[in-house]
């Protein structure tokens, strides 16, 4: 950036979530100020907030009827998803950048980078990809609100993005832009880890450090409870 841009200095309202038995989501406040070095006063700046969980790789599958059943047909597979998406914006992006702008800085669903991999040719992937992101809507784990930003004395904003009760533990990036003029001119990143804690926490990690025993264990503990439920049964 040159000097003469302005500076955006971000914050998050907490910059850990814990995700516990019951958790039923989480608010985030995302807020900060654009700071001008140059003391300019009254600029109209624009204010988009993009905010990304852990990315994974996600093979997509198509299903058809066949003979009155549902089978799996084609599929496609994407290298590159983020588990969660969200945009936040203080105008629809349409009125404050181009496409081309919008897909380099990710301002939407329409422009997420899901690096699909494997032979398809272009017009299924963008089927596919198109598929995938519906899904994800549905599930709550992409959205859009584009006019969701606040702005103040053009200096403050704030912006507010729900966290769903399904989403992924990890660290999830907050970029937040600046634009002028359909121009990014500055940006700043937050991270917000989402964690859970408790007796999820411990069964996450005994399933990811002891992977055998934990099998085991949650084996013996369906046969024990199937068989225990049987002879309480065999008794009524």
Known sequence: MGQRDPVLVPEISQHE??????????????????????????????????????????RLREKERFIGVWANAESSDFRSVPSYFAVASSRPITEI??????????????????????????????????????????????????????????????????????????????????????????????EVEVKKVGFERFVEDSANEWGLAYGLIAVLLSVGMGWGAGRLFARL
């Open 97 to 190: 950048v181009d496409d081309k702008t919008a897909a380099i800085y990710e301002f939407g669903t329409d422009y997420i980078q899901l690096s699909p991999s494997g032979s398809i040719n272009p017009e299924e992937q963008r089927r596919f990809a198109a598929g995938l992101v519906d899904l994800k809507r549905r599930l709550g784990l992409y959205r859009e609100d584009f006019g969701g930003v606040q702005i103040s004395e053009s200096v403050l904003y704030q912006a507010r993005i729900e966290l769903p009760s399904n989403v992924t533990t990890g660290t999830y990036t907050a970029e937040t832009f600046a634009v002028t003029r359909g121009r990014v001119i500055a940006s700043a990143v937050s």
């Open 17 to 58: 979530v814990q995700v516990r038995q019951g958790f039923v989501g989480q608010e985030l406040l995302l807020f900060g100020a654009v700071l001008d070095p140059a003391g300019r006063a009254g600029q109209d700046y624009d204010i988009v907030v993009v905010l990304k969980g852990p990315s994974e790789p996600i």
